[in-house]
């Protein structure tokens, strides 16, 4: 939809080049018209742990969904992918949901390598931690973006056995449309026929449902969205009122996502001094800063397959309209 300018991906790399790219990135989409903000700004080490507090909302049932999935059908992952002798998770966070799954594997197995591929750091070392205590896992940590880690699984791939690469917790849904096919093309490129995907998809659910799990009454993800000024006034020199700017959620029925928006509540000039930004924003004018995409039961597979992947079996959990697929590369 829009371009990004031509910056480092990685914010891992050195904390000044981290702090360069942030402040070209504010800069250039808080330009645009609608005016917006990454969703992946949102993970720094508060915004991680605000995410977190999130999964554990009674409003916010996408985590608790999903782990249920994976702790009831882990076995069968471990069959229909056998033999395995690599899990790969984009994004681990605290490292839980691989760790059910790895928990269900057979003790008999050989020895199973886990890569975990995160730019946050404190992610990496929670997700390693939490596997710590398992015998013949060898943990391998990947500061890197997805793309990075992807090609270097696929330039060293295993002398036996498949691989099994975990997009869970939603994050498709981070991507639009074009972006979760490339995405998933991506996956697919850094695996060999044979190999698989388990994907974790959240799906379309009633607006009052979508509503209060990304506004929720205690008010955690209005605190999670407005982190990102709380991250620009600090890293950039911002100047962000943080009481002039409302949470709110929308359901675009026609566009099947939830948006996450920071709404100015006055007219307000805002300047952010590492960025060389001065902003007028009028009253009522938003800054878009997530989109949740829902999916359709019916497009999951959809999507699976113009990736190149031929789903194999798939759990929805009933009550929270939660999917999880499991994929096979053709
Ligand atoms: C981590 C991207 C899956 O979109 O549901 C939670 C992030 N945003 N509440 C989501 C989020 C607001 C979450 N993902």
Request: glycine share 6%; charged share 25%; with cysteine.
């Given at each position: 939809?829009?371009?990004?300018?031509?910056?480092?991906?990685?914010r891992?790399?050195?904390?000044?080049?981290?702090?360069?790219a942030?402040?070209?990135?504010?800069?250039?989409?808080?330009?645009?018209?609608?005016?917006q903000?990454?969703?992946?700004?949102?993970?720094?080490?508060?915004?991680?742990?605000l995410?977190?507090?999130?999964?554990?909302?009674?409003?916010?049932?996408?985590?608790?969904?999903e782990?249920?999935?994976?702790?009831?059908?882990?076995?069968?992952v471990?069959?229909?992918?056998?033999?395995?002798?690599?899990?790969?998770?984009l994004?681990?966070?605290?490292?839980?949901?691989?760790?059910?799954?790895?928990?269900?594997?057979?003790?008999?197995?050989?020895?199973l390598?886990?890569?975990?591929?995160?730019?946050?750091?404190?992610?990496?070392?929670?997700?390693?931690?939490?596997?710590?205590?398992?015998?013949?896992v060898?943990?391998?940590?990947?500061?890197?973006?997805y793309?990075?880690?992807?090609?270097?699984?696929?330039?060293?791939?295993?002398?036996?056995?498949?691989t099994?690469?975990?997009?869970?917790?939603?994050?498709?849904?981070?991507?639009?449309?074009?972006?979760a096919?490339?995405f998933?093309?991506?996956?697919?490129?850094?695996?060999?026929?044979?190999?698989?995907?388990?994907?974790?998809?959240?799906?379309?659910?009633?607006?009052?449902?979508?509503?209060?799990?990304?506004?929720?009454p205690?008010?955690?993800?209005?605190?999670?969205?407005?982190?990102?000024?709380?991250?620009i006034?600090?890293?950039?020199?911002?100047?962000?009122?943080?009481?002039?700017?409302?949470?709110?959620?929308?359901?675009?029925?026609?566009?099947?996502?939830?948006?996450?928006?920071?709404?100015?509540?006055?007219?307000?000039v805002v300047r952010?001094?590492?960025?060389?930004?001065?902003?007028?924003?009028?009253a009522?004018?938003?800054?878009?800063?997530?989109?949740?995409?829902?999916?359709?039961?019916?497009?999951v597979?959809?999507?699976?397959?113009?990736?190149?992947?031929?789903?194999v079996?798939?759990?929805i959990?009933?009550?929270?309209r939660?999917?999880?697929?499991?994929?096979?590369?053709?």
């Amino acid at each position: 939809m829009i371009e990004r300018p031509a910056v480092p991906l990685s914010r891992a790399s050195a904390d000044a080049d981290g702090s360069a790219a942030f402040a070209l990135d504010v800069r250039y989409y808080l330009s645009q018209d609608p005016r917006q903000l990454p969703s992946r700004y949102l993970y720094d080490e508060l915004g991680s742990c605000l995410f977190e507090a999130i999964c554990r909302l009674p409003w916010y049932p996408v985590m608790r969904a999903e782990a249920r999935l994976l702790d009831a059908h882990r076995h069968e992952v471990f069959a229909a992918a056998d033999p395995l002798s690599r899990i790969v998770e984009l994004g681990p966070g605290s490292g839980e949901k691989v760790a059910t799954l790895v928990g269900g594997r057979d003790r008999s197995a050989g020895t199973l390598e886990v890569h975990l591929i995160d730019v946050s750091p404190t992610a990496l070392t929670l997700s390693t931690r939490t596997l710590s205590g398992f015998e013949s896992v060898r943990v391998v940590a990947h500061e890197a973006p997805y793309e990075v880690g992807l090609t270097e699984l696929r330039d060293a791939p295993p002398t036996q056995g498949r691989t099994l690469v975990l997009f869970l917790g939603s994050n498709i849904g981070n991507f639009d449309p074009p972006g979760a096919d490339e995405f998933l093309r991506e996956i697919r490129a850094a695996l060999s026929p044979g190999d698989f995907l388990l994907l974790g998809t959240d799906l379309v659910k009633p607006e009052r449902v979508l509503q209060l799990a990304y506004d929720d009454p205690l008010g955690v993800t209005a605190a999670f969205n407005r982190n990102l000024l709380v991250q620009i006034n600090r890293e950039l020199g911002g100047d962000f009122d943080l009481e002039s700017f409302a949470h709110r959620a929308l359901w675009k029925a026609t566009e099947s996502r939830v948006e996450m928006h920071l709404v100015s509540l006055r007219r307000q000039v805002v300047r952010v001094e590492a960025a060389e930004l001065e902003l007028t924003l009028d009253a009522d004018e938003s800054i878009w800063t997530e989109s949740s995409y829902k999916y359709q039961d019916a497009t999951v597979a959809l999507v699976v397959e113009r990736a190149g992947f031929e789903p194999v079996v798939r759990w929805i959990d009933a009550d929270d309209r939660f999917d999880l697929t499991l994929a096979k590369a053709v």
